[in-house]
C-alpha cells in the first residue's frame, strides 16, 4: 500500500506551459507540504496545507498554486512553465503531536523544463 | 547564515568503514533533531531522531547532538553498499528545515 502517491513520476514540458503535480496519502494524516528538491538535493519546503487550509507559504513565486481539495490530497499546479523550474518536487504528509515530527514523502516527481 | 548547513560531499568509503556525517546549526534553541536517508530517485525517510542533547543508537546507526557547540551527527558503523544514499539533517520548527545533504558512497 502506498502511503503518500504522486502522479506524474516525470514531466517534460517546453517554457509557457501550464501543468499539475497530483498527491495524495492514505495515513489518514492532516497536514500535507509541497517541496522542491533542486539538483544539488537541496530540499526546501514550498507550502504546507492543515486539513485544507494553507498554514505555510514560502517565498514562491505566484505562478505556483496549490490547491487541497480534501485532506487526503494536495495538488500542484505552476503556471508559465521557466527553465528555472526543473526541479524534482515532493509532497510529503504528517501528523504531528507533541515529540513526533515525522514527515513522510512521496517519491517525488520529475520536472523538466525545456 | 544559514539555519542549519551541511558539507554535501561527496563522500565515498570502502565497504566495512565507520562513517561520520555532520550538520551544524544556528539557533540554540533547537531541541529535536532528524536525520533522513534519500535513495537515488525516492523520497526520503526518516532513519532517526534524538532529542535534545546526547546519543541515541540503532543497529549500526548513532546520531550524537552536541548542544555546547550546535553540531549534529550521524556515525554509521561497518558500513555497507546498501547504505549509498543521500543523508539530510533536519530541524523542525514549525516546518522542517533540511541541510543541503551528504552523498555517500560505499564501494564493495
Known amino acids: 500500500d502506498t502511503a503518500v502517491s504522486q502522479t506524474p513520476k516525470y514531466l517534460v514540458t517546453q517554457m509557457g506551459n501550464d501543468k499539475s503535480i497530483k498527491c495524495e496519502q492514505n495515513?489518514?494524516?492532516?497536514?500535507m507540504y509541497w517541496y522542491k528538491q533542486d539538483s544539488k538535493k537541496f530540499l526546501k519546503i514550498m507550502f504546507s496545507?492543515?486539513?485544507?487550509?494553507?498554514?505555510i507559504n514560502e517565498t514562491v513565486p505566484n505562478r505556483f498554486s496549490p490547491k487541497s481539495p480534501d485532506k487526503a490530497h494536495l495538488n500542484l499546479h505552476i503556471n508559465s512553465l521557466e527553465l528555472g523550474d526543473s526541479a524534482v518536487y515532493f509532497c510529503?504528509?504528517?501528523?504531528?503531536?507533541?515529540?513526533?515530527?515525522?514527515?513522510?514523502f512521496g517519491p517525488g516527481t520529475r520536472l523538466t523544463v525545456t | 547564515q544559514k539555519e542549519v548547513e551541511q558539507d554535501p560531499g561527496p563522500l565515498s568509503v570502502p565497504e566495512g568503514a565507520i562513517v561520520s556525517l555532520n550538520c551544524t546549526y544556528s539557533?540554540?534553541?533547537?531541541?529535536?533533531f532528524m536525520w533522513y536517508r534519500q535513495y537515488s530517485r525516492k523520497g526520503p525517510e526518516l532513519l532517526m531522531y534524538?532529542?535534545?542533547?546526547g546519543n541515541k543508537e540503532d543497529g549500526r546507526f548513532t546520531a550524537q547532538v552536541d548542544k555546547s557547540s550546535k553540531y549534529i551527527s550521524l556515525f554509521i558503523r561497518d558500513s555497507q553498499p546498501s547504505d549509498s544514499a543521500t543523508y539530510l539533517c533536519?530541524?523542525?520548527?514549525?516546518?522542517?528545515?533540511f541541510g543541503q545533504g551528504t552523498t555517500l558512497q560505499v564501494k564493495p
Open positions: 510529503a504528509s504528517s501528523q504531528e503531536r507533541e515529540g513526533s515530527y515525522e514527515q513522510y
Open positions: 495515513l489518514g494524516h492532516d497536514t
Open positions: 496545507y492543515n486539513n485544507k487550509e494553507l498554514i
Open positions: 539557533n540554540s534553541a533547537f531541541q529535536y
Open positions: 534524538t532529542y535534545s542533547s
Open positions: 533536519a530541524i523542525p520548527t514549525g516546518k522542517l528545515i
